[in-house]
């Protein structure tokens, strides 16, 4: 248990299912971890009810994921807890990359102004979860049950069947769709039977919490072959409560059980830290990495997300971020096909979306894996040629990777975007997310704060009162956010918003629920963009070629 | 789009395979692989162009003997 934080212990209560038989729920996720509740919030959110199923009866025990990115920080100002990651975390958009003893080269994550959020945010898992559980309760529409723990899974012929285990005995319950948000030794997956292969990498990392009064600067440094880790890396990075996250590497020899004792841990920290840097051991773990994931992510009415789904080295922070990610992608696809506007195939496009996303995030971890942990000589040359190059030539830099830091995937072959027929000479393609810019207004604003929970029409111009009649229309409406200067639109007086979308007069963006791009147009067509957001739930399908 | 060059180009081979021998003559075997290593990575970064680089890693595979 960490010395810098006390894991909070929410109670465990008997709910209605257990006194009855044959209760029903739209929605039950399993595992309430970060992934888990984020499910839960972004339902809530979208004004769906959901079960939270979690074997615990705390947050994260350790500080696990603590890089969060840009895009996850995006989603969490949807949510409503972004500023609290703001106010308690570590902002930092630098990165340092050392060889030996000296600083090879710098990079800023976020070279360019005019976003509202930075390129990471650090805070440990555990506050984030607090946020998360405390988000869920302020909905009403989450019936968060600690100590309830999944003891058997049955896939009906549409819906499925659960068994729970609970400290006063068991009880069945059953849903229209599982969400499989319980981690890499998922219960669900292996009750399922099904296979999680990959890349497993033989080197063990240590990684340590420590608790000090440091001045580091809040950046994030690496190290190859530094002299109190010689001939392995090293990895600092600053938390919240002057808590600092130290990856050691320690080579594929390493015991784990013996390097994880204290009088193994602390010698090393002190060759890092100095002779005189006072400091306190938070929690130690030694770990080896691997890539994987399931081939499909929906298996009839149950869907993996997170690292139910996949798993990646920890270089890059695209594991906590990727599973954000994941349910960002479904929150809205389930809200929409429970309540009966898209066909249920519109789940099967979570698949289509999340795992070129997944391999996308494999495919970097993997690298970076590998860059930092040589598996033969030559690797190990044109690992070390390209560190000792990159000191004194900048063309090198690209060749180092010490982590390809997570960015958000864009679905660029996706079956719900409507390919573009116009030309742009910039701006987010269809499929990828939104591009953040700042809005004039008093006290300063973001232009993803207009974007509504549904369909959006970003538009540059003007738009008819009998254009935005139609747009209203229907179950699923399109609302709008207007870029321009006549009432209630938005003001791009710096032209960043204009730049950033190639937008001139007409140029229209139609936003998915999640904030990625469906369709783009350079005229303002109302038929277009309903054809374009009924592709977007599923319901228009292309003829194969 | 551009291509490997492969007809005869070098007017001083000589000169440039001793230089080549006499870059690697103090060195030990980890020391000359990571030179061979840099030296693909500059010449890598003047032709600027991915595929030709892996059109001429092909050419070089290709060549070995056995």
Redesign the interface.
Known sequence: MPLSYQNPVYPYRRNADQDRSGGHHPVVIVGGGMVGLGMAVDLAWRGVASVVLDDNNTVSVGSRAICHAKRALEIYDRWGIADRLRGKGILWNLGRVFLRDRQIYDFNLQPEEGHAWPAFINLQQYYLEEYLVDAALASGLVDLRWKNEVAGIRQLPVGVELDIVTPDGAYSIACDWLIACDGAGSVVRRTLGLEFDGKIFEDRFLIADVQMKAEFPTERWFWFDPPFNPGQSALLHRQADDVFRIDLQLGADADPEVERQPERVIPRLRAMLGPDMPFELDWVSVYTFCCRRLERFRHGRVVFAGDSAHQVSPFGARGGNGGVQDVDNLGWKLALVLSGAAPESLIDSYDAERIPAADENILNSTRSTDFISPKNGASRAFRDAALELAASHAFARPLVNSGRLSRPHAYAASPLSTADRDAFVAGPAPGAPLIDAPVEAAGGDWLLHHMATGFTALVFGDVSPRDRARLAEGPVPISLCVVGEGAGSVRDAAGLIAGRYDGRAGTTYLVRPDQHVAARFRQFDVAALLEARDRAMGRVREAMA | MNRLLTEPRLARADDLFEALVEAHRELDE?AS??????L???LA?HIGDEAVVLEALAVARAAALE
Do not use: Q, T, W
Not at chain 2, 33 to 38: I, K, P, Q, T, V
């Open positions: 980890a692989d990571r030179l061979h290593a840099r693909v990575f500059v970064n």
